[in-house]
C-alpha cells in the first residue's frame, strides 16, 4: 500500500489529461523537490514509458500507472492529491503534511543522516549545474567519502565546494561527523561545467 492517496476524482481528471497526450503508455511520476526542507515542492510530471526512475514505486492505478520517486516516497506519507471543482472549474490539489519534515533524528544512523542533507540541501544546489555528490562510505570514525558525478566530475571548484560547502553544512547538522573527502578522480573533465 502506497502511502500517497489519489482520489477517483483526480484520477480522472489526470487520466483525461493524459488521454490528451496521445502517448501509449504514458503515467505520472510524483516526486517532491528538496524533501524534507522548508522548501518543499510536491510536484506531478507526465511520465512517458522509459522516463521513469529504476527506483521508482510503480503504483499501478485505474487507466495509468502513477510513478512515485523513491527519495521522496517516505515524505509523502498520507498525501492526497484530489481535484475540487468550483465555480471557475477545477484545480487538482496536492497535500502532501509531510513533505517538509525531516525524516531523520539523532538517532538515526550516521549513513541516513549525510545521505539525508545530501538529498536535501547539497544536490539541489549542485543540480543547477547538472552535478550532484553521493556518499560512499563512512570510515575512520565519522570521516564521509564522497563522490562527485555529473558536471562536478573534472570541475576544478569541486575541492573548493567539497570543503567550504558540502563540509560545513554537514558538520554543522551532524556534530559527531569529523570530516568529508572526496573519491572522485577530478582528472576526467567530460562533462565537466564551467
Known sequence: MS???????AHDYLADLLDKQNTTGIG?????????TPYAETCIAYCKPGEEKPDDIALALKSFTAWIDAVSEPFLEDALVDYATDRMGGQL???APNAKVPMVNEDS????????YLQTEI???LASHGGQVTLIDVVEEGVAVLQF???????????????DGIEKTLLERIPELKGVRDVTDHTN??????
Do not use: H, M, S, W
Open 3 to 9: 502511502a500517497i492517496t489519489i482520489t477517483d476524482a
Open 28 to 36: 505520472i511520476r510524483v516526486f517532491i523537490t528538496q524533501p524534507g
Open 93 to 95: 490539489t496536492i497535500k
Open 109 to 116: 544512523p550516521l549513513n541516513e543522516r549525510i545521505n539525508y
Open 123 to 125: 544536490n539541489p544546489g
Open 149 to 163: 558525478g555529473g558536471g562536478c566530475q573534472g570541475c576544478g571548484q569541486a575541492d573548493v565546494t567539497l570543503k
Open 189 to 194: 573533465r567530460e562533462n565537466a561545467y564551467y
